[in-house]
């Protein structure tokens, strides 16, 4: 097929979006940038398209981020060379792509390449959509049921997603035929699974084509979903695996849910049982905490600021409880920060702050960057808050909590905050790029009191080890020549698809970038009185 010169060319803005702003799960601090990766993606596509890339299994580092409660999500960062290969087969098919994505009449979330140089490379989740369909379900049925996908990424089957694109019973008849297998439906069931070793269950999460890829699962499944519920279009919504569906007079939650849960049986799918509820009409009505956190408005004066501040974190932590799965602490401080505080009420701010980050684990990364960023502007506590990162790194070392630690160590490096190296006992022999990369970072920096010996890190710098979950510390640690004692760089320029990369100088870690501005007070204000919010990606929980 011939490509015109103006789909060349989309082809290729595509694939260097979705490996900038759509690769590296986003909660990872700012220096984990893959900017020079993608600049140089067309390059490496047109050299590294073939047999050998299909061949080329590989692990993927797992970050674990928090959720609510002491529940947590894996997080996925996986190779480059197989995040290329599915970034490049999505943006050269995304025609098609976009044709069956479309096809679904009651999603908020359609995937779109976003203009802007902000953000995610695929745009979100209307939740205003989302908010306007809840309430016309309400006066249009009084009732509806709300249900979503037990698990929905890590149980999805990756030849479900052959089964989405070309048609289950297709892909069964087909499968061993030539032209099936040279299909871009194929080739992106192989190149998914080749970024997990091989695994046909479950699918990365973090990186933006995974969103895409889920999609394409559930739209064929609403599909099925119509033959077994009636106007299924007209009372439905659907935002990423959350279905609301409103209910006939007399009709029970548990015949619509049947129907849901036939088609989810096709693609080895099934509903969360703890999460489906009916909300309207006899059943108990709960205010949204949002309105509360968007709406509060902090006194000018400063003599009532304190006042208020208590009143508003207090109602803040109560709505929490009582939201027990949601973030209502983290928008409680997103919203705080964007307060107009006088200077004297600064310090119970941050006092209040560092309490969410403690009761909410949720609430680090945005403290700790918010903090960072506002460090050598404003006059803040400072004995607190060193108190407070020292006494935390052990503790989310020892329980390996990947992402509060990264944050952790990345505030230290922001605000040069000099760790014992006693602190970083059980921070050496985690299995994780982005901690071992930030704490080699501020031992290069001086910030590490006494040696540290990283020599478990040091191991993955081998050819095999470009192929585990520790690829990026591998790779990125030998090229910069951070690692304490001599190391060859020898496996990379051997070898088939790394040493491309580094004779383009790409680099996954920048260590100039910095607590990001974006967050300044003003620009939350802005945010939020607009009405977007904080709204948390849309991965299914």
Known sequence: MTISAIERRAIETRLRKLLRRGYFPAELPPPFSTDTFADNAVKFAAKWNGADIRKFWTAAEIYSIPRYSEIRRKLSIVNPVNQLHIAHLISTNWRDIKKKLSMSKISEFKPEFANHNRGRAITGVDFDGVARQRARLLSTYGRYVKTDIARFYPSIYTHSIAWAITGKDHAKKNHGTKPFKASYANLLDKAVGAGQEGQTIGIPIGPDTSRIISELIIVEIENIAKKNINNFDTRAVRYVDDILIGLEENETASAVLSGISLALYDYQLELSAEKTSTLGLEKSHSPEWIHYVRTFELSANPSRQRDDLDSFFEQAAFLADQNSREN??????????????????????????????????????????????????????????????????????????????????????????????????????????????????????????????????????????????????????????????????????????FSDLLASKVEFYDHTKKARERIKPSVLALSFSAGTGFGPLEYPI
């Open 328 to 497: 209502v602490l983290l928008f409680s401080v997103k919203r705080a920060a964007s307060f107009i505080v006088d200077p004297q009420n600064l310090y119970h701010l941050v006092q209040w702050m560092l309490y969410c980050a403690r009761r909410s684990p949720t609430c680090l990364s945005f403290v700790s960057e918010h903090l960072a960023a506002i460090n050598s502007t404003s006059k803040l506590p400072t004995v607190e808050i060193q108190a407070y990162i020292l006494q935390q790194i052990p503790i989310k070392a020892a329980a390996g909590h990947t992402d509060e630690l990264a944050w952790l160590l990345f505030w230290s490096r922001e605000i040069k905050l000099t760790i014992p190296a006693i602190s970083m006992a059980n921070v050496l022999t985690l299995r994780s790029s982005t901690v071992g990369l930030l704490t080699l970072d501020l031992l290069r920096s001086s910030l590490i009191d006494g040696p540290l010996d990283v020599s478990f890190w040091q191991s993955f710098a081998n050819e095999s080890g470009l192929k585990s979950e520790m690829w990026l510390i591998a790779y990125e640690a030998t090229c910069k020549g951070w690692w304490p004692k001599p190391q060859s760089s020898d496996f990379i320029k051997d070898h088939s698809f």
